[in-house]
């Protein structure tokens, strides 16, 4: 049973407008959680992460907001760049140094 | 650094054949994971390692799967014998430490059993 689940396999957006990627959980134990951007015939690179005790955390473009109570997270991209098309993971772990558990990754493409 | 490197990049073999993944970590990093991706499942984390001691191997699909680090610059997931189920991408990753937002991952080997 999948415990990090990415229900959109893919999402297509306009160049300038944002992007939001959708992840949801169902361990109550997991406590921190990164999203990871992979491009094709590369491996994924860590974007950016977020402990349970915040509710958002921000990076430049890329913002990821949590929602303890409905074990949901996103991750919001603005503005969006045809650059940022790529797989999307969302991950959990119980703490920093916790085995990540991945979903199966969100598709986005950004078009110009 | 020329970061994780993985050998093959893709791979094709017949069913019951042996497959050997390889996987060099980044020069100093303590830590090496083995991933599995496929469509069904997404990313999987296999096993991984520790100064070359494996720390947890509980998600080793299968006895046929086995992983060694004889030292710390070289790492191998080996596959006896290969099943189509086993076709997939296997990512490497290395770490400085046990702290996830510290992993990279190699480009992968995309195996293909037939």
Known sequence: DQQVKQNSPSLSVQEGRISILNCDYTNSMFDYFLWYKKYPAEGPTFLISISSIKDKNEDGRFTVFLNKSAKHLSLHIVPSQPGDSAVYFCAASRGSQGNLIFGKGTKLSVKP | ?114
Not at chain 2, 87 to 107: D, I, K, W
């Open chain 2, 1 to 114: 650094d020329a970061g994780v490197i993985q050998s093959p990049r893709h791979e094709v073999t017949e069913m019951g054949q042996e497959v050997t993944l390889r996987c060099k970590p980044i020069s100093g990093h303590d830590y090496l994971f083995w991933y599995r991706q496929t469509m069904m499942r997404g990313l999987e984390l296999l096993i991984y390692f520790n100064n070359n001691v494996p720390i947890d191997d509980s998600g080793m699909p299968e006895d046929r799967f086995s992983a060694k680090m004889p030292n710390a610059s070289f790492s191998t997931l080996k596959i006896q014998p290969s099943e189509p189920r086993d076709s997939a991408v296997y990512f490497c990753a290395s770490s400085p430490r046990r702290v996830n937002t510290e992993a990279f991952f190699g480009q992968g080997t995309r195996l293909t059993v037939v």
